[in-house]
């Protein structure tokens, strides 16, 4: 790992390359960890990637979710010398996968506090999703009234 030195992060830098670095990126609960948007701790080191990728190698305490949704060219972003989900999908798909509400809560609150979500993108792609995501709704307008929107 010449290219990539040593850091708090070389276990997903690892499982990263493993899984091929142009194809996977960080997502979920370790984005969350690695944008440092919620106190939640990853049980495993999440990786997503296209739905056509079939043959992955198994690697023991890595999650690989594919992605239904094709990335958006503002859905990948570059922290630690790691791709990751951008904030906005990062926040989305954990809800989506079933990351505990308080957690989310928490990441969408730091979020639109630093200025890394815009409300109205996160509001439009929070529609496009499934039921446990449409169902942060209340908390969304909580946090989007603090914003003054």
Known sequence: MRDYPSSPYDDIAAAWLAVGKEKSVSSHETALDL???????????????????????????VRIHTAARPFGRTDVITRHGLRLTSPTRTIL??????????????????????????????????????????????????QWGKCRI
């Open 35 to 61: 944008l440092d948007r919620s106190y939640v701790i990853p049980n495993a080191i999440h990786l997503t990637v296209p739905r056509f990728r079939w043959s992955l190698p198994a690697i023991p305490g």
């Open 93 to 142: 798909d954990a809800a989506e996968a079933g990351t505990g509400p308080k957690q989310i809560e928490m990441a969408i609150e730091q979020a639109l506090e630093r200025g890394l979500v815009l409300p109205p993108e996160l509001r439009e792609r929070t529609a496009e999703r499934g039921p446990r995501v449409r169902n942060l709704r209340r908390t969304l307008a909580r």
